[in-house]
Each structure stands twice: as C-alpha cells, then as structure tokens.
C-alpha cells in the first residue's frame, strides 16, 4: 500500500512566524507532489506543485522536494490567520493518473 | 474557483439506495478524476476518466461506477448505498500546468447516508 504521512498537528504558529510542513512517501515512482489548502468544510485548493529536488518558491511559499529521502516539504513564510487550514500533501501514483493524499496537518495562526 | 462544477451540494440518502453525482471539468479539461473523503481523512481515489474511458481505478468496489461524456463532464453512480459511504465527494479536472497533469478540485458533493 502507498502511503503519504504528515503529522496532524495541530501545527501552531504565532501571526508572522514561519510554518513548516512536512510530508514522506513511501513510492519511489511518485514523479509529481502538490501541497493544497483545505479550509473547513470546503473542497482543496491547490497552492503549489514540484516536480524536481529543490526548492520552489511562489510568494510566501516554499516548497521543498528531496526524492532521495522521499520528503517533501512547505514553507509559509510570514504567516497570517487567514493561513489557519489543513494542509494536504499528495503524490502522483507511478502511472501518473490518481493523487495519494496524507491526512492532512492542520495549521492555526494565532494574532 | 477552478471552473470546476459539481452537483448537487449536499444529499441525503438512505441505506440501500443508489445515487448519481455530477460534475462538469473545467474548459480545456479532458481527465476527470473521483475522490471520496471521509471526516478526518485525505481525500481517496475512486477512478479517472480520460476521454470517455476508465483510465485509473482505486480500491473501491464496483458499485462505484462513473461516466465521461464526450463534453468531459463526469458522473460517479454509487449503488447500494452503505452508512459508511458519507463523506465528501469530490470531482477534480486536469489539464496540462508546465507538461504535467495538475488536479484541481470543485466544491465537491456531501453525501449521508442514513
């Protein structure tokens, strides 16, 4: 069974502080990951995708991919209360066709 | 929002029943894929359609069947509704983000089976 782990949480930061998430995978296959953002009785939303080893920055977010550990990672930089969600990680299956998702951490950004 | 619809927003449905989702892509979307997610839990596969055909199944049971018109929307039938069938059920289109296929999900349907 291919599996994706995250630590629940929940993950507490203060307002401005930096959030780190983190996520491993069990399928080398795996070729692509996907960070979303689940708020509470809504649907994900996606935030980023990495495709190769580094880091990968799109505005406050990093996110960050070692396949030879099979770890991947998010950053939130300056965090804000409107950041308080779950966040999902997901890895492609080797044939690319279905995303393997973790349970989810759940972040709370306090003010 | 992702231009990905579905319908209807909320159900309710007793055990033994049988019920259909739907769920149109997003424009220039041809792969629509089924996930089921229960309270608690990431979202788990069902099954992929990629231009009219099954592309992908996960481990559910075949009274989880779907549809892709050739329009590409989508429908997931679940037939003899189980309790543990509620959850959220979520629709997600694909299209091509840098090479590689990137899922992006509608507002899903809540579905409780009494």
């Known amino acids: 069974q291919k599996e994706v782990e995250q630590n629940s949480g929940p993950l507490s930061v203060p307002e401005g502080a930096i959030a780190s998430l983190n996520c491993t995978y069990s399928?080398?296959?795996?070729?692509?990951f996907f960070w979303y953002r689940q708020y509470s009785g809504k649907s994900p939303e996606l935030i980023m995708f990495i495709y190769s080893n580094g880091d990968k920055e799109d505005g406050r977010f990093t996110a960050q991919l070692n396949k030879a550990s099979q770890y991947v990672s998010l950053l939130i930089r300056d965090s804000q209360p409107s950041d308080s969600a779950t966040y999902l990680c997901a890895v492609t299956n080797q044939a690319g066709t279905a995303l393997i998702f973790g349970k989810g951490t759940t972040l709370s950004v306090s003010s | 929002e992702t231009g990905v619809t579905q319908s209807p927003t909320h159900l309710i449905k007793t055990r033994g029943q049988q019920v259909t989702l739907r769920c149109s892509s997003q424009s220039g979307h041809n792969t629509v894929s089924w996930y089921q997610q229960a309270l608690g839990q990431g979202p788990q596969f069902i099954f992929q359609y990629y231009r009219e055909e099954e592309n992908g199944r996960g481990n559910f049971p075949p009274r989880f069947s779907g549809l892709q018109f050739p329009n590409y929307s989508s429908e997931l039938n679940v037939n003899a509704l189980e309790l543990d069938d509620s959850a959220l059920y979520l629709c997600?289109?694909?299209?091509?983000?840098?090479?590689?296929?990137?899922?992006?999900f509608g507002p899903g349907t809540r579905l409780l089976v009494l």
């Open positions: 997600a289109s694909s299209g091509q983000t840098s090479g590689e296929e990137t899922q992006y």
């Open positions: 399928d080398r296959g795996s070729q692509s």
